[in-house]
């Protein structure tokens, strides 16, 4: 068993649900990337989504890209990334880490040698985003055979035959985009969520975590008591850019009330 799944069903016997956050690495420096995953982790973070800076971003809202291009002005890239995955896992080899980018830097590095300097490093699944699960069987077979949990995207106008391709090929969770926009967009609506997660539920055995519009408690707290897992990226970056020289500190805060939030939530 993978450690996405490990962890994931550990949240669901002990009657919680999963909190994953996006960072971006590199992002507002190199340098705080890893003790950054650290305080996630200190604060109730189950799994930890890595963002790959990249310059051409087609789901990534206004925040996020900024976040990759203050990356990419360090040089980040996918193999830096990697470095700083296996520097985390010196001290934590607990925590899910999944890679999100984009595929162009899989491919500029060779796919092959991407899935063995990831299992190396330590990662333990790959989501990129513009993967359609219908055109790349033989990426996620290679995730899987290296120990590596494919991860895909569903939206509100995903239809049954895309959801059936999802669950075929994912492993470990699938991420929800719980609106229509790009990340960081504020018109969630719950009912729309609560209506979709049941369909997907019944068409793939698999948890679900869910992503998009969740900017504080009360939205993470709706996600919680609908999904078996609350992504959130874009507020985490914004509590960073509201908070230079006290970035860490500032998140640890932010987070440990998300955290307080879904914990109110009966399983």
């Known amino acids: 068993m993978s450690r996405i ?44 989504e890595v963002g790959v800076p990249f310059s051409d971003p087609m789901a990534d809202g206004p925040v996020i890209q900024r976040a990759s291009e203050r990356a990419l002005k360090f040089g980040m890239g996918l193999g830096v990334v990697l470095e700083m995955v296996a520097e985390f896992r010196k001290t934590n080899d607990a925590t899910p880490v999944v890679l999100m980018g984009y595929a ?21 699944g790959v989501l990129v985003v513009d993967y359609p699960p219908e055109e790349c069987e033989a990426f996620a077979a290679l995730m899987k055979g290296n120990g590596l949990d494919p991860i895909f995207l569903l939206a509100p106008t995903s239809t049954d035959a895309r959801i059936d391709a999802v669950a075929r090929a994912a492993s470990g969770y699938i ?39 969740i900017r504080d408690a009360a939205t993470a707290k709706a ?38 939030a879904i914990d109110e939530v009966a399983v």
Do not use: W
């Open 104 to 124: 162009n830097p899989i491919e500029r590095m060779g796919i092959d040698v991407f899935a063995a300097r990831a299992k190396a490093a330590g990662v333990d």
């Open 5 to 48: 799944k490990a962890v994931l069903a550990a949240a669901r016997a002990g009657g919680r649900k999963a909190l994953i956050p996006y960072i971006c690495a590199g992002d507002p420096t190199p340098t705080i990337t890893v003790p950054l995953m650290h305080a996630l982790v200190a604060t109730g973070s189950d799994i930890i």
């Open 223 to 260: 996600i919680a008591a609908i999904a078996d897992a609350v992504v959130i990226g874009s507020r985490i970056i914004e509590e960073m850019e509201r908070s230079p020289g006290a970035e860490i500190e500032n998140v640890k805060a932010f987070m440990a009330g998300i955290r307080a």
């Open 175 to 213: 991420y929800y985009v719980s609106l229509k926009g790009v990340t960081g967009s504020a018109a969630l609506d719950t009912s729309e969520v609560a209506r979709r997660i049941p369909l997907i539920k019944s068409r793939a055995n698999i948890p679900v975590g869910v992503g998009f519009g």
